[in-house]
């Protein structure tokens, strides 16, 4: 009977309820974003930079690793490297055969960034996922191999050295120096396949109807499945889910006189976030330079902060430019990521360049977390 009652009172006392610990985000940090790849100069950084705020992770990944983007959603789309200044247009032919070498040199001194008129030949680095998706029409994906016109692809190389192509030795003969060369150009065609989308492609400087075909399957995890024409497998972007920022340089456009209307310009220092992977920002303005609102800003000033969900909510707002070109921080302002979770951190720049105490090519960012998503519970 002792027994008995011990155990009852010891059952009389258990808890009702659990505690629930749950994993929280990373709280923020102060880090430089390694832009620069090699020996390149910092406003030529070779690298697109990824920050995930929520893990605390920051991943590099080269600009030129792609050269074409594949939606994996229910549309068929594809994108150019924006990152490179890639452009493209449409030569109305389906045949290989049919186009030659003499068909893109028209257009040699057309798509080049920083000529008017060039900004047809390039997609859009602005709006909601709904509008930038609409306005994916630079290459047009055909639902079959017949309805699928053959594009001429400049594949860019903005903001980088021209490539160059090694010329070994012999026994009898030096090394011969590096000969620069330009990335090359390509004529595509894709269309819709069983899974996903087929690729056929070729060298524009060869003429001849022969072509290499590549399957791309559609894969949810990331916002584009990324292809290169000289890689099997192509690394654009983390996993849609592993990212919030990406700094890098970008091709976006400007209004000219031309008769399409705007020009294709490379821009450095471009700060886009995830937005088809359900990321917002919100810019905050500082009214008092010596009233630390960064550093006071916590989450019960968060009502009626109204967040961006365009691609360019954060852009090239968060630094000015010298005059011979160099980036400086706007201290006047500072920025408010809400990631796909619903977490929101407070970011912002410290430095771009040597014009404000960094350095190129290696901006130094700090995040913040202001409001977790999911707290630690009683259930």
Known sequence: MICCG??????????????????????????????????????????????????????????????LGLYPGADFKA????????????????????VQQKDSIDFVDKMKLGVAGSGVYVDPVTGTAADYLAKLVTIKVGASEGASNIYIVNSGYAGLPEMTTLVPATPTTPVIPSVPVKRPWYK?????????????????????PSFTEFVVNKDLSYNFNFFSFTSPSAVGEPAQSLWDIQWTW??????????TGTTAVATHDFVLINFLGGVTAAEVKIADQTANEY?????????GITYLNTREAIGVKWRSLTTDGRPVVNRDRFYLVKD?????????????????????????????????????GTT
């Open 340 to 376: 796909a979770d619903g977490n929101v951190y407070k970011l912002r720049f410290v430095s771009s360049s040597n014009a404000d105490g960094g350095v190129a090519g290696a901006p130094v960012i700090e995040y913040r977390l202001v409001d977790a998503a999911i707290t630690p």
């Open 250 to 259: 970008t091709t976006s456009t400007i209004a000219d006189a031309s008769a």
């Open 6 to 67: 011990v155990v009852f009172a010891f059952a009389g006392c258990k808890k009702d309820s659990v505690d629930y610990k749950y994993p929280q985000p990373f709280a923020g940090q102060q880090v430089t974003l390694p832009g620069v790849a090699g020996t390149e100069l910092g406003l030529n950084a070779a690298n697109s930079v990824f920050v995930d705020f929520s893990k605390g992770v920051v991943t590099p990944i080269r600009r030129a690793n792609w050269d």
């Open 188 to 208: 595509v065609k894709i269309y819709q396949g069983t899974n996903g989308y087929r690729i056929k492609h070729a060298r524009m400087n060869i003429d001849n």
């Open 295 to 303: 550093e006071n800003f916590t989450k019960e000033k968060l009502a």
């Open 79 to 98: 994108i150019l490297n924006h990152t490179m200044g890639a452009m493209a247009y449409d030569t109305g032919k389906q045949n290989f055969a049919d």
